[in-house]
C-alpha cells in the first residue's frame, strides 16, 4: 500500500502518511509518536473511548 502509520501518544490519534519521515503528529504537532507495523495493534491497544461510556453511565447513576 506503501502507507505508513504512526500513533500519537498524547492525543491517541492514528497518523497516515505516504513517507517514512514524520516527526510529529499532525493534529496535537506533539513528537511523542510512535510507529505502528500492525494496524490489529490500534483496535486492541486502546480503549480511550470508555472514558465516554463511563461518563454517560455516572449520569445515568445521578438520575437513578
Ligand atoms: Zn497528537
Given at each position: 500500500m506503501g502507507t505508513y502509520e504512526y500513533l500519537c501518544l498524547d492525543c491517541k490519534k492514528r497518523i497516515e502518511s505516504k513517507t517514512n519521515d514524520v516527526t510529529f503528529c499532525?493534529?496535537?504537532?506533539?513528537?511523542?509518536?510512535?510507529?505502528?507495523?500492525?494496524?490489529?495493534?490500534?483496535?486492541?491497544?486502546?480503549g480511550f473511548y470508555k472514558t465516554d461510556s463511563r461518563g454517560k453511565t455516572n449520569d445515568d447513576a445521578v438520575h437513578m
Open positions: 499532525e493534529f496535537c504537532k506533539s513528537e511523542n509518536i510512535k510507529r505502528i507495523w500492525n494496524t490489529n495493534f490500534i483496535l486492541t491497544g486502546t
